[in-house]
């Protein structure tokens, strides 16, 4: 089978298109013919910065068929549709990004029929992201609001749509050109993240914002505390480590900082796993309740333009890949 492989790290060029053994799986485990991935920024972070020990199949979210069940399996057979993500974590050195994979039972769920391969694998990382934030960190309930900044990323887009799902409302940010379709994701203000009166324009349009999706603190911690209505959290997933500004407004307003990474639901045994939150995605876009958009599909070959578009370029929703 094909794989997309790397030996070292370094830039998309150390991408390989390879012929590898087509796994078995082991007991507990499926194997997947894939249909579809998508590309996450994580896949092309750890291609730059971790050399692997041994070769590592790049790739977090597939979408396909099962092709054979391991022992010790229950509820899935041959010829079922299923999605899952987690692939990129250090639990695996095969990723999605190959013709078939082996995956536990504990990161996948069956596919509904009205959900395509695609759609499928383009939701996975981004939709348990926003989930483990709104739902497991934030507990949003219907009629708070939430504050996503970048909503046309990834992340950002599914972020809209599961608020909207969850009954609450939404202000994100996008450049200008992206306000019309970011609007049309069910946000229900759009703010150019650029304009030097961001916290202004929040407040504007809020009396306070429940909960924060934030991949930049660095850059908004103080535009987030700002707009937090008492007893908000501000959930980071990424850029962990910058300061908090003003913490004495944070203390005084009792905002709850969460920092989070969903590759933990991968790894650690007392979290919760990724298939039932897999399982509620799946009903949300089988319902019309949560969309997810696809920028382009690419073919496998073209893996290395994949990864270098998902860091370098203003995407819409998520880059697919298809074997
Ligand atoms: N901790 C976790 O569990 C977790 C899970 C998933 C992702 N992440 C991380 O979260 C980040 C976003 O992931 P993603 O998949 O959504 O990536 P993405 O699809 O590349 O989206 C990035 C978003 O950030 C926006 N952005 C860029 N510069 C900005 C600025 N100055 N102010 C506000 N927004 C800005 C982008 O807008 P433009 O299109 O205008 O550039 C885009 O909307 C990445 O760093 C990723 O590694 C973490």
Redesign the pocket.
């Known amino acids: 089978m094909r794989a997309v492989r790397y030996h070292d790290a370094g830039g998309p060029g150390v991408l390989r298109l390879e012929e590898i053994d087509r796994p078995e799986p082991a007991p507990g485990e499926l194997l997947v013919e894939i249909r579809a991935a998508s590309v996450?920024?994580?896949d092309a972070?750890l291609r730059a910065a971790h050399a692997p020990s041994e070769p590592k199949t790049t790739g977090s979210d597939l979408a396909g068929v099962v092709s054979a069940v391991g022992e010790r399996v229950d509820g899935y057979e041959v010829g079922e549709r299923v999605f899952a993500t987690g692939l990129h974590t250090d639990r695996f050195t095969g990723g999605s990004f190959a013709d078939y994979a082996v995956v536990p039972t504990d990161l996948l769920a069956p596919i509904p029929d009205s959900v395509s391969f695609q759609q499928a694998a383009a939701v996975a990382?981004?939709g348990v992201?926003a989930w483990?934030a709104f739902v497991h960190h934030a507990n949003v309930e219907p009629g708070e609001t939430v504050l996503i900044?970048?909503?046309?990323?990834?992340?950002?887009h599914v972020a809209i749509g599961l608020a909207d799902a969850l009954g609450a409302s939404s202000v994100t940010?996008?450049?200008p050109e992206?306000h019309d379709t970011v609007s049309a994701f069910g946000a229900d203000a759009v703010l150019d993240?650029?304009r030097d009166d961001l916290a202004d324009a929040i407040r504007s349009e809020t009396s306070g914002v429940d909960a924060v999706l934030d991949?930049?603190p660095g850059?908004?911690f103080e535009t987030d505390i700002e707009v937090s209505a008492f007893g908000g959290c501000i959930v980071v997933?990424?850029?962990g480590d910058a300061p908090i500004p003003n913490a004495g407004a944070a203390r005084s307003k009792e905002l709850q900082f969460s920092m989070?990474?969903?590759?933990n639901l991968a790894t650690h045994p007392d979290l919760p796993n990724i298939g039932p939150i897999l399982s509620r995605l799946g009903t949300l876009l089988d319902d019309g309740r949560l969309e997810v958009s696809i920028d382009r599909t690419l073919p496998l070959e073209d893996a290395a333009e994949a990864h270098r578009a998902?860091?370098e370029?203003?995407?819409?929703?998520?880059i697919v890949v298809t074997p």
């Open positions: 996450n920024p994580v972070k990382l981004v992201t483990r900044h970048g909503g046309n990323g990834g992340v950002g940010t996008a450049r992206h993240y650029d991949h930049m850059t908004y997933i990424a850029g989070m990474s969903m590759s998902v860091i370029e203003s995407v819409v929703g998520k």
